[in-house]
């Protein structure tokens, strides 16, 4: 029996690395957002606004294009932000897949680690906070000789460690 599509299906086994060795370069070369490439990113990072997602099939492409034109930092989230059911989180997981040596993914889990390490920064993500992250990533990644997104790649990898070592206790929860 010959599977259909198996290199495909093969492919696409591994969503981060199709979405940034795939689908971060594709965008880089033609310069916008195909909606396809708009709903994988954004399913990667929050399934929950799914219907909200596929409400920007019309619009996606021209707001990319003004996002990748433009040079100022909040200017490119607020055009991102226009998009339903895109947060801060979802726009900086898109400017990170087409960009990982300049941006990275803001998570509250890696927001948490940076506080574990002495790097004040609060968890409430808003644009201010997504700028004040970016320039610790930036900072972090030179540092240490590494993109912004490895710098995120460590930060989360050092949670999970931090929730093994703890019997995966929630640390969301306050009590």
């Not at 981060?16 to 990113?41: A, C, M, T």
């Not at 390490?117 to 409430?124: D, W, Y």
């Not at 990644?141 to 093994?164: G, K, V, W």
Request: with cysteine; charged share 30%.
């Amino acid at each position: 029996m010959k599977i259909r599509n198996a290199k495909n299906y093969l492919d696409l086994y591994n969503i981060e690395e199709y979405l940034f060795k795939v689908i971060g370069p594709r965008i880089r070369e033609r310069g916008f957002i195909e909606f396809n490439d708009f709903y994988q990113i954004c399913m990667w990072k929050s399934a929950r606004q799914k219907q909200n997602y596929l409400k920007n099939k019309n619009i996606v492409k021209n707001i990319s294009r003004k996002v990748f034109a433009e040079k100022e930092e909040p200017l490119k989230m607020k055009q991102l932000l226009k998009l339903k059911g895109v947060g801060i989180p979802t726009a900086s997981a898109i400017l990170t897949i087409v960009f990982p040596d300049r941006y990275a993914v803001i998570d509250v889990r890696c927001i948490q680690m940076l506080n574990k390490l002495g790097v004040r920064i609060k968890e409430t993500i808003t644009m201010n906070r997504w700028l004040e992250y970016l320039n610790i990533m930036r900072g972090l990644a030179r540092e240490n000789n590494f993109t912004p997104r490895q710098i995120d790649q460590i930060l989360f990898s050092m949670h999970r460690e931090m929730l093994e070592k703890n019997n995966f206790q929630n640390l969301y929860s306050k009590s």
